[in-house]
T-cell receptor, first 113, second 115 residues
Framework: AQSVSQHNHHVILSEAASLELGCNYSYGGTVNLFWYVQYPGQHLQLLLKYFSGDPLVKGIKGFEAEFIKSKFSFNLRKPSVQWSDTAEYFCAVTPFGNEKLTFGTGTRLTIIP | DGGITQSPKYLFRKEGQNVTLSCEQNLNHDAMYWYRQDPGQGLRLIYYSQIVNDFQKGDIAEGYSVSREKKESFPLTVTSAQKNPTAFYLC??????????????FGPGTRLTVL
């Protein structure tokens, strides 16, 4: 069974700092990869996704993620964070053709104004 | 507005009682899912359903049951057999696509507390 690791449990940054959240997965075949975000008091929503093609994918609100197949990684990045980026971020993976998403344990991001 | 509704937002029950959580979607999505979210554990899949009158167990189905009598509804019952039912429950849905039914739309969740 596949698994997803998010090693950063809680990240605290100042506004305008750069962000990189790690995500590693364990599965040897073709995968679909996702980042979801849960803002305080709001629904979980899709931030970005990778199915195929360009390994650098761009999502909403200036976020991007890079798929590095050799490292089984899909790290989330943002060059300059804002206070409104305070949220919990979840990485998720599913093998191609599989119906079930496997989520990481999440990273809580706190941005200090 | 299209979306997923879950009710109630907060639910309190006594230990030993069964409780049913509601999930309704008007997105005309084929597949629906139930997840459980616990602090530090991410989301774990309880049950999912790809079509009406059919559903499959997820990773932590023990102590839960579901039904899918209508396309737009996927209620989850937390039974007394569930050892640790206090959690935040999320419902999701997705439009069927060949080989990849990916939950992309989530409801607001129901926080269940068993006293």
């Amino acid at each position: 069974a596949q698994s997803v690791s998010q090693h950063n449990h809680h990240v605290i940054l100042s506004e305008a700092a750069s962000l990189e959240l790690g995500c590693n997965y364990s599965y040897g075949g073709t995968v679909n990869l996702f980042w979801y975000v849960q803002y305080p008091g709001q629904h979980l929503q899709l931030l970005l996704k990778y199915f195929s093609g360009d390994p650098l994918v761009k999502g909403i609100k200036g976020f991007e993620a890079e798929f590095i197949k050799s490292k089984f990684s899909f790290n989330l990045r943002k060059p300059s964070v804002q206070w409104s980026d305070t949220a919990e971020y979840f990485c998720a993976v599913t093998p191609f053709g599989n119906e079930k998403l496997t989520f990481g344990t999440g990273t809580r991001l706190t941005i200090i104004p | 507005d299209g979306g997923i509704t879950q009710s109630p937002k907060y639910l309190f029950r006594k230990e030993g009682q069964n409780v049913t959580l509601s999930c309704e979607q008007n997105l005309n999505h084929d597949a629906m899912y139930w997840y459980r979210q616990d602090p530090g554990q991410g989301l774990r899949l309880i049950y999912y359903s790809q079509i009406v009158n059919d559903f499959q167990k997820g990773d932590i189905a023990e102590g839960y049951s579901v039904s899918r009598e209508k396309k737009e509804s996927f209620p989850l019952t937390v039974t007394s057999a569930q050892k640790n039912p206090t959690a935040f429950y999320l419902c999701a849905s997705t439009l069927h696509s060949a080989g990849n039914q990916i939950p992309q739309y989530f409801g607001p969740g129901t926080r269940l507390t068993v006293l």
